[in-house]
Each structure stands twice: as structure tokens, then as C-alpha cells.
């Protein structure tokens, strides 16, 4: 009986003494920040605003691609709206071999 009264008194004492011992033995790191090197701002630098509309131009806003293992910015530009000419390439009709 006795060695269980003195087990459970060191149980209880370590139970309240393990919160001191982790704010003053750990030193204290921002994890998040480690955790976050090296990765891109998922933001554009300049998000800017769009300009009027021109047409036969798409506007493709600022942007990250990824290059590789690398990502880099790519800077807001007017893109050539060509989408009835690809859409002509790429359905036209089957070819179909004569029965004959």
C-alpha cells in the first residue's frame, strides 16, 4: 500500500511539474517560420487592376508559375484571343473512310 501511495505521489508531482519544466527548459522557436522557408507568396507583387478591355486581347493578370523546382513572377499582359480558330482545329469533323 505503501509504494502505491508513493507511486501515485510521484505521478501526481511530475504531472504538476511537467508544464513548468516546458516553458523554461525549451527554448522558445517560431515554428511556423521554419516551416515556411523557402516557399513562394502565394500573392502576386503587384495585383494592380485590370485595364479596359480591348478587343481580340484576353488581360492575364500578374502571376507565380512554377519553372522546374523554381517559381517565379510572371507580370500582367495582354494575351491574343485566338480560342474560334483553335476551336476550328480542334473540331473538325471526323474523317470518315468511303465504304466503298
Given amino acids: 500500500m ?7 505521489a510521484a505521478v501526481a508531482a511530475v504531472t504538476f511539474a511537467a508544464p513548468v519544466f516546458a516553458f523554461t527548459v525549451w527554448p522558445d522557436i517560431d515554428f511556423e517560420w521554419y516551416a515556411n522557408v523557402g516557399r ?9 487592376t485590370q485595364p479596359a478591355a480591348r478587343p481580340g486581347y484576353i ?4 502571376h507565380w508559375e512554377t519553372a522546374g523546382e ?22 473538325h469533323p471526323p474523317v470518315v473512310a468511303d465504304a466503298r
Fill in 2 to 8: 505503501k509504494t502505491t501511495i508513493k507511486s501515485l
Fill in 40 to 48: 513562394y507568396d502565394a500573392r502576386p507583387a503587384n495585383p494592380g
Fill in 59 to 62: 488581360w492575364a493578370p500578374e
Fill in 70 to 91: 523554381h517559381q517565379k513572377t510572371v507580370a500582367a499582359h495582354w494575351v491574343l484571343d485566338d480560342y474560334y480558330t483553335q476551336l476550328a482545329i480542334h473540331n
